[in-house]
């Protein structure tokens, strides 16, 4: 999988994705992320990328140009699954959506700033927009970080436990239970004996047990889609 991020601001990337399980996804060739610096292809000596808005609302605005000519030069290079502008208007991400991107080869990713970006580029360029949740962050990069890493903690070898992204929470609908390590008591602080009894079955019955009684507890709404 080849993953492209689109932004104007490429500090912002540069440490979300190159430690843990992103940066030892990339190690071990799972995933190749590009950040590509907008600014490469801004316009004029001062290399702008972006330009007051028409109707003189405050805050700047990406202009169409540059993305236009980055994306081209992407695609001349390899297809492309999506182009997914990062927008806090966009279909809200869900482990579904994850789930359904970690199964793509080549994905671009935009990243607006300031007040956004010209709206044709959403109209022309872009096949997919998703927000992080219903809140304003200052540009794209954290969500585009957020999404690039749920989608490459599914792909195959990335998690040393292979089994583990499936027992994660809403994988099934459902929160994960809770979990513990040594030391079996602390401070007087137990772990639940069913976890020490060394019995699978048992220990599998109370973890859904748990599953299901947390998400009744904490977020009943997912029980009625399971
Ligand atoms: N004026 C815009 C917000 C711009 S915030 C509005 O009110 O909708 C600047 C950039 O941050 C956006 O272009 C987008 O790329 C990113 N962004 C902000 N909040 C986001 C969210 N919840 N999800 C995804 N991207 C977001």
């Known amino acids: 999988m080849r993953i492209d991020i689109i932004t104007c601001v490429p500090e912002l990337l540069d440490s979300p994705l190159s430690h843990s399980i992103v940066g030892r996804a990339i190690k071990n060739n799972l995933v190749e992320i590009h950040i590509q610096d907008l600014r490469e292809y801004g316009l004029g000596p001062r ?14 605005v990406l202009m169409v140009e540059p993305v236009y000519n980055l994306i081209n030069d992407l695609k001349a290079q390899r297809s492309y699954d999506e182009v997914i502008y990062m927008s806090p208007d966009g279909e809200i991400l869900s482990q579904a959506i994850s789930n359904e991107l970690s199964l793509k080869q080549n994905l671009i990713l935009l990243c607006g700033h300031y007040k956004g970006i010209d ?23 954290i969500p585009a970080a957020i999404l690039a890493d749920s989608i490459v903690r599914l792909l195959p070898g990335a998690l040393s436990d292979e089994t583990s992204a499936l027992s994660d929470s809403f994988q099934d609908g459902l929160l994960s239970p809770p979990v513990y390590t040594r030391p079996a008591e602390f401070n007087g602080w137990k772990v639940p004996d069913v976890l020490l009894s ?14 299901l009684e947390r998400t009744k507890l904490l977020r009943p709404e997912l029980l009625k889609k399971f």
């Not at 709206?119 to 990069?141: A, F, K, N, W």
């Not at 060394?198 to 599953?211: A, V, Y």
């Open 47 to 60: 290399k702008n990328v972006d330009d007051y808005s028409y109707g003189g609302d405050a805050g700047m």
């Open 119 to 141: 709206q044709r580029i959403r109209e022309h360029l872009v096949t997919r927009e998703i927000s992080i949740g219903d809140y304003v962050v200052s540009g794209g990069e």
């Open 198 to 211: 060394g019995n699978p079955k048992l220990i599998k019955s109370w973890q859904d047990e748990q599953s």
